[in-house]
């Protein structure tokens, strides 16, 4: 990845928007280099939705309700033997010294000693979202960036829905090409970053989401960091996840450079 793309991710990294409500977060837009957008478009691209018991190192596809029946959606996590350039290329730049650099001066969040986790994601409609606030205990920061292949009505529901404290809607984000959000998750009172999503899926709903993470007595040579239940409301399946004790694994966690 070259100095002058790097560079311009920092750029509009610099120009970030903060937001106050329902909670603080930051906008940007044109963030990522168009040239990755097209490929990774490319290295996920199939006519045919895969199979919901479907596992392999392409992609990992879930339902988030433990039925097959009802599958909406998938998430190609970015592992080690991944064949998507596309995918390596974002992973050089957002574990970069400049660009971990810029994310940390920008939110004011500590991430040094993280790992990056990150998945291209394509969702159709029937998909929600529960309510939660993204593991607070070991996400350090969140980044949601859309990527439609199409044109969508500026009026659209697509973006990531984000709560008042009692559980209302505030406002779902601008679901725009190459417009993102982040966030440094949170679970105090008053403070809660709750997020999901609830709206209606036009087409496909597309976007890669980066997430920094870390753990206290992490091994940083053979990282595992524990899935941790993160929602106000009380999920089966999730808590299931939780007991069964599985985590994050080296296979999809990759090393920041400080």
Known sequence: ??????????????????????????TVRDILPADIITQLHKDNHFDEWPDSSEKNSLFITTSFDGSAAKYTGYRYYFKKDTQSQAALQLVDIFTDSKIVKALSSLTGTNLNNTFLKSCYSRERNGWTLHKHDDHPSTCKLTMIVYLPTEEVPEDNEMGTSLYNQDLTL?????????????FVPCSKRFRKTLHGFDGTIIGDRRFVLFQYLTCDGIDMNNPKIPYKYDGVLKRNLLQQTAELGQSDTIETLWKVNE
């Open 1 to 26: 990845m070259s100095h002058t793309s790097k560079d311009s991710v920092v750029e509009q990294i610099n120009k970030a928007q903060l937001i106050k409500q329902p909670w603080k977060h930051w």
């Open 170 to 182: 505030h406002h779902r984000e601008t679901y725009a090409y190459n417009f993102g959000s982040m």
